[in-house]
């Protein structure tokens, strides 16, 4: 989370109508707690991950977009559409500035496998096992959702004092001619014995969320017609 705050000081630091321009720019994703129903709270990822069942930060950034501003190729195969988005998100601007750092930092022989350049993000079909810039791994994938744990490296595959999950997904409402776009966040301390307290300082919490918005809105370049 330490990446996400320098980079939001930086935008900060480039003045008030850069900050402005963020929010113009973002104003259309909307930032909601993520329902204690929802899918990832009783998936298997959760729950290997998270044996104790410690308390966890989650969240939602959803996005409305009419059909017919997106790629009519991305609606002819299920799945289209969300591989499209999840590539969009890696790949796309709102991701580089953290790419970079990640890959002055982990790069090298033991991580050659995953995927660093914008090509290969751009380009990749998200299946299962995909390790992203040493921060990321596909755990689960679906005809609307692909889901990510995050938080640390995936190199390290047990139970994580950092760790999380984070879906991209996509729903198509036909008959009201729109896309919704969801990027679902949950983290948690997943280490044994019960973790009491936040999960993270209240104003990283902000920080994410305002985060989120840039992914969203970068990663939807990718599927617009």
């Not at 989370?1 to 480039?14: A, S």
């Not at 970079?100 to 930092?105: F, G, H, I, N, V």
Request: charged share 25%; glycine share 8%; hydrophobic share 35%.
């Amino acid at each position: 989370m330490g990446i996400i705050g320098r980079f939001l000081k930086l935008t900060t630091y480039g003045g008030a109508a850069t900050l402005g321009a963020h929010f113009v720019w973002t104003r259309n994703s909307q930032v909601e707690p993520l329902p204690p129903t929802d899918y990832l709270f009783s998936s298997l990822s959760f729950k290997r991950l998270n044996p104790n069942q410690n308390a966890a930060l989650s969240d939602v950034c959803i996005r409305k977009v009419p059909l017919s501003q997106i790629d009519p190729k991305l609606l002819e195969k299920k799945g289209k559409l969300v591989e499209a988005f999840c590539a969009g998100v890696w790949g796309g601007l709102g991701y580089a500035f953290q790419r970079q750092y990640l890959a002055r930092k982990y790069q090298g022989p033991s991580t050659a496998h995953q995927l660093w350049s914008t090509h290969d993000l751009l380009s990749s079909n998200y299946e299962v096992g995909t390790e992203i810039t040493d921060h990321f791994q596909v755990v689960e994938k679906a005809d609307n959702r692909i889901v990510v744990r995050c938080g640390d490296s995936p190199l390290k595959r047990e139970v994580r004092e950092s760790d999380g999950l984070f879906e991209m997904s996509v729903d198509i409402k036909k008959d009201e001619g729109v896309a919704v776009f969801h990027l679902k966040s949950v983290f948690f301390n997943g280490l044994t014995g019960k973790k009491e307290g936040p999960v993270m300082p209240y104003y990283m919490e902000l920080l994410h969320r305002e985060y989120d918005k840039i992914w969203m809105e970068s990663a939807l370049r990718n599927v617009y017609a």
